[in-house]
């Protein structure tokens, strides 16, 4: 089960120390709809970093515009098969082995912190209600085996160990996938 990291406390003090920079690298996100940043910590220190962005190789082939994702109208994780940008978890960690190599040790101690912006570059903290859905990033994370991913909600802060996101994100994508398979449905 996740855990809830609530405004005030130490670890949400924590957290909060870094929303800035996870909001800068977010600005810097090339997507027309989902602008994310992501640091990975350690001990205080910022180890990897990233952003969702298009791969340079294909910089001129797609836009957020041209997306095969959003030209078929999948939302809430669903066809995130189709998404041709490398996703701020993502980049975070290949930012990490970059700068770290591939450290097991190191990422095992680290936690992630992922902040999301509006389209209009303005923090965008998810409800209440929100569970991960990318199973992509979920798998990344995984791999790697950070300690801990921190995404943030309007009730404080919600961490999740690489296990519980994987099955969390999981689920979530299941109950998304159904949604949309409903509105096909209506829609022919």
Request: some cysteine.
């Amino acid at each position: 089960m996740s855990t809830k990291i609530k405004f005030g406390s130490e670890k949400a003090a924590e957290t909060e120390k870094f929303i800035p920079e996870c909001v800068s690298l977010a600005r810097k996100s090339d997507c027309n709809e989902s602008n994310y940043g992501a640091v990975i910590v350690y001990e205080g220190k910022v180890v990897g970093s990233g952003y969702n962005h298009i791969p340079e190789v294909l910089a001129g082939e797609y836009t957020c515009k041209a997306c095969p994702r959003r030209n078929v109208e999948l939302h809430g994780g669903v066809g995130f098969e189709l998404c041709v940008t490398i996703h701020a978890e993502e980049a975070a960690i290949q930012d990490f082995y970059a700068r770290n190599g591939f450290n097991k040790e190191l990422l095992s101690k680290s936690t992630m912190i992922v902040e999301r912006l509006n389209k209009n570059g303005e923090l965008s903290v998810f409800n209440s209600e929100f569970v991960p859905y990318c199973t992509k990033c979920a798998g990344e994370v995984y791999k790697a085996g950070l300690k801990e991913v921190i995404y943030h909600r309007s009730d404080g802060f919600m961490s999740f160990s690489p296990k519980e996101l994987v099955l969390d994100s999981v689920a979530s994508l299941a109950t998304n996938w159904r949604r949309q398979i409903s509105e096909f449905t209506k829609k022919d």
